[in-house]
């Protein structure tokens, strides 16, 4: 249950980022197109919402004056899915990069209000360190011109000052490779160039590089809009599995998806948080009249 | 019962050709003109270019012999006495070697700091226009510029010495050094227009993945701008093999290379010699060799690297040299 932290613990604890123990360092289960036989580690799990990994308090960007996002308090759990449902440019996106604090690199993008990972504020944390503990995953699938062991190691070396040798950093790539449900469909070339890999298994290695060095949230932004119906499927399955190690937060259009995958909905309109509830809730029963016109289809 | 199958091919007839025109003769005076120097100019360069090529392949078959590149160069008054071209061939590569090694970590670097830096942005457009002002300046002027920086005390240790202790300012150093100059711009274009164009999501996944801005450089954009730094390279390789000015003044031009001290490698760095570029001039009938059938050796064997350069520009530029996929 343990054997990936096990094993680094002593021999190369200097040159190998500390990696935590998590419930899927049990023998995982590979997630393969097609494939659908019972099995207890894929049924739909309940929602068992763990610790609190984000507090968002009271959280405003501008961009150059114009409020994309207005005032945002929430929490998001580990053990959860939250969905941010919404209409095009109501600040999803916005709200999303700044959890990683991404936003930064707009020159024009100002900040009100703290956000709180582990009760750490994540702008007195260094921004290397947060972005290593809240990874995030692109709507284009944007793996690296390189082989696909040098994507996932990517994250994984560098963290520490002295560059780690393959030997050491295999198992945690394998690792992060099988959790991502690659592993079956690369195994026999690891070197192999990433960007000969099809979108939706591109979008599953980014997704390994982003969980290698075992991050506390998953920040994914629209991952299936590029993608086709099957590779959507295979995403959806394995953020179900992510879930109980991480806290996942995903930006999606497609309210199917949220449906599926969401244990929680934030709807936003027009930079504002408009409702937050259970998927169920939400869906059945919005409270407001926006949140209902919304997910009936009647705009957006 | 037979089944005939009538053995008819019932498709339509397709081609491939455009429905019919208005006659040029109907058109205005001014169109029509236009329409022919279009057309003459497109052909008259390609008229032009085939005809150096041509002219001096021939000229440079019926003169050059295996032998030629292989043997020094040597003062005689008749033309089969006068040696080959192995030093100003030698003096190419070398100098190209110097040039190309001081201006590709500038060029780089310089880029690097343009592409993903470049703050505050008034310092940025001195940069760019520092190096445009240096694209921009005469290779004369440069080589003017660069006989007065080495002739001054401080550097004479970088060139050639004459007997009495005068400073010349003339070695390879000292027109690698300038070389480098010619060389920079078009590398930092290629390499700055290269990271320009990498899109911001590939920065974006590597900064999500915890890493600071160098480490993004260093392990993403450069290995993706690997090929257009290649081309950078190549484009500056010819411009400095293609360069007679800073040679004539800052390498001395002279017939062998002429080593400066006695420690390996460095006498040569301080010493002098001569390109094939100036190798030409000298054979030509304008200079002081005058040795016309050398010349067109000679000038053929630039022309060989050049196009040899130019025929590689394009195939990394195509992508099939250093294709990262």
Redesign the interface.
């Known amino acids: 249950m343990h054997f990936v932290a096990d094993k680094f613990d002593g021999e190369y604890e200097h040159s190998v980022p500390p990696v935590r123990t998590i419930v899927l360092d049990r023998p995982p289960v590979p997630v393969a197109p097609g494939v659908r036989e019972r099995n207890p580690l894929r049924e739909p799990l309940p929602s068992t919402t763990g610790p609190e990994r984000l507090s968002l308090r009271e959280i405003s960007i501008d961009y150059g004056g114009v409020p994309a996002v207005k005032s945002v308090t929430m929490s998001i759990h580990q053990g959860e899915v939250l969905a941010l449902i919404g209409p095009s440019g109501c600040g999803k996106t916005t709200l999303l990069r700044t959890l990683?604090r991404?936003t930064e690199?707009t020159p024009s993008a100002a900040r009100a209000g703290e956000v709180l990972l582990d009760g750490d504020d994540i702008h007195q944390l260094p921004?290397?360190?947060?972005?290593?503990?809240v990874?995030?995953v692109?709507q284009?699938p944007?793996p690296?011109?390189?082989s696909i062991f040098d994507n996932v190691a990517?994250?994984l070396r560098?963290?520490s000052r002295k560059r780690p040798r393959r030997r050491e950093i295999e198992p945690l790539v394998i690792d992060a490779l099988r959790r991502a449900g690659l592993y079956e469909e690369v195994r026999d070339d690891l070197d192999r160039?990433a960007?000969?890999l099809s979108g939706g298994q591109q979008q599953r290695l980014?997704i390994a590089?982003?969980i290698a060095?075992r991050p506390e949230v998953l920040l994914m932004d629209e991952p299936c809009s590029a993608l086709d119906p099957i590779s959507t499927g295979v995403i959806e399955e394995l953020i179900g599995e992510l879930r109980r190690d991480l806290a996942v937060v995903i930006v999606t259009h497609n309210l199917a998806q949220a449906r599926r995958v969401a244990d929680k909905v934030a709807f936003m309109y027009l930079g504002d948080l408009v409702e937050y509830g259970t998927t169920a809730d939400v869906f059945s029963q919005p409270r407001a009249a926006r949140t209902r016109d919304y997910v009936r289809g009647a705009f957006g | 019962m037979s089944v005939y199958a009538p053995d008819l091919d019932t498709r339509p007839r397709l081609s491939s050709g455009r429905g019919r025109r208005s006659s040029p003769w109907t058109w205005r005076w001014g169109d029509r003109l236009v329409l022919l120097c279009a057309w003459a100019a497109g052909l008259g360069l390609c008229l032009i270019a085939a005809a150096i090529v041509l002219y001096m392949g021939y000229r440079g078959i019926e003169y050059l012999r295996p032998g030629l590149l292989f043997a020094r160069p040597a003062i005689s008054t008749s033309q089969s006495h006068t040696g080959g071209i192995l030093d100003p061939l030698i003096g190419t590569l070398l100098l190209t070697a110097i040039g190309i090694a001081l201006a590709f970590p500038l060029a780089v670097a310089s880029a690097i700091w343009i592409a993903e830096y470049g703050r505050p942005s008034w310092l940025a457009r001195i940069v760019e226009s520092s190096i445009e002002i240096v694209a921009g300046t005469p290779d004369i002027v440069l080589a003017l510029f660069g006989v007065a920086i080495f002739q001054l005390g401080i550097l004479a240790p970088l060139s050639f010495r004459a007997e009495g202790g005068g400073v010349y300012g003339r070695s390879f150093i000292a027109a690698g050094a300038m070389m480098s100059l010619i060389a920079l711009p078009p590398l930092f274009v290629a390499t700055r227009d290269g990271l320009r164009a990498v899109?911001t999501?590939?920065r974006?996944?590597?900064?999500?993945?915890?890493?600071?801005r160098i480490?993004t450089i260093r392990?993403?954009l450069l290995?993706?701008v690997r090929s257009n730094i290649a081309t950078g390279v190549t484009l500056g390789v010819s411009r400095i093999i293609g360069d007679t000015a800073i040679v004539v003044l800052l390498l001395g031009k002279t017939l062998h290379i002429e080593t400066q001290g006695s420690v390996p490698a460095i006498n040569l760095l301080r010493g002098t010699g001569s390109t094939l570029t100036s190798y030409v001039y000298d054979n030509s009938p304008a200079g002081e060799g005058a040795a016309p059938q050398k010349a067109y050796a000679a000038a053929f064997v630039l022309l060989l690297f050049v196009l040899a350069l130019n025929l590689l520009v394009d195939k990394i530029g195509s992508g099939s040299l250093t294709s990262?996929?």
């Open positions: 990683n991404l690199l921004d290397t360190t947060l972005r290593a503990r990874a995030m692109f284009q944007n690296f011109p390189m990517f994250a560098e963290q160039p960007l000969r980014c590089r982003a060095p | 899109p999501h590939m974006e996944a590597a900064f999500a993945l915890g890493k600071t480490a392990r993403v290995p993706s990262s996929v």
